[in-house]
T-cell receptor
Framework: EDKVVQSPLSLVVHEGDTVTLNCSYE??????LLWYKQEKKAPTFLFML????IEKKSGRLSSILDKKELFSILNITATQTGDSAVYLC?????????????FGGGTRVLVKP | DSGVTQTPKHLITATGQRVTLRCSPR?????VYWYQQSLDQGLQFLIQ???????AKGNILERFSAQQFPDLHSELNLSSLELGDSALYFC???????????FGPGTRLTVL
């Protein structure tokens, strides 16, 4: 069975700190790994990673994938209170004639002023 | 705003009833996915449609069914509802299957 594990479960930081979130996976038919931010309701897309070792960046957020060791990290630098959310890692796998996302349990980040 | 719309936002119903959740994908997206999010199970994949055809199924209960119509909107039908079906139901869409998925705001279903 496909498995996606995120760590830590939760963390509390202060504004300006740097945060590193981890995601490890064991799946068959890997296609890509995605990161989402979930605040109140819908997960918001952050990154999609398909190749190992290539860092993707968007402002203060960056992410990288290691397909050999089967993990990804999401970094947030110079954190702000608006970064407080649950960060979800999802692995996309081929299934039957289509694809699906298998989600990790999420990491809850609280950024204090 | 992802461009994916879902109705209704909230639904309260009783056990044994049947409900229909509706999703309109982003303009141009051909693939629609349904997910269930509950406190104890996290986000779970239910089913995928691509251009009107069912493409992949997750652990979707037999009491649940879905379809995608020619205009690409999708409906998720939940019948013989049980207390445990209470959850947030998300629809997501992507341009083609395998592209990044964008999530709608969800429908919160409460079964009393």
């Amino acid at each position: 069975e496909d498995k996606v594990v995120q760590s830590p479960l939760s963390l509390v930081v202060h504004e300006g700190d740097t945060v590193t979130l981890n995601c490890s996976y064991e799946v068959t038919n890997f296609r890509s790994l995605l990161w989402y931010k979930q605040e109140k309701k819908a997960p918001t897309f952050l990154f999609m990673l398909t190749s190992s070792g290539i860092e993707k960046k968007s402002g203060r957020l960056s992410s990288i994938l290691d397909k050999k060791e089967l993990f990804s990290i999401l970094n947030i630098t110079a954190t702000q209170t608006g970064d407080s959310a649950v960060y979800l890692c999802a692995v996309e796998v081929y299934i039957a004639a289509g694809n699906k996302l298998t989600f990790g349990g999420g990491t809850r980040v609280l950024v204090k002023p | 705003d992802s461009g994916v719309t879902q109705t209704p936002k909230h639904l309260i119903t009783a056990t044994g009833q049947r409900v229909t959740l509706r999703c309109s994908p982003r303009s141009g997206d051909l693939s629609v996915y349904w997910y269930q999010q509950s406190l104890d199970q996290g986000l779970q994949f239910l089913i995928q449609y691509y251009n009107g055809e069912e493409r992949a199924k997750g652990n979707i209960l037999e009491r649940f069914s879905a379809q995608q119509f020619p205009d690409l909107h999708s409906e998720l039908n939940l019948s013989s509802l049980e207390l445990g079906d209470s959850a947030l139901y998300f629809c997501a869409s992507s341009l083609f299957w395998g592209d990044e998925q964008f999530f709608g705001p969800g429908t919160r279903l409460t079964v009393l």
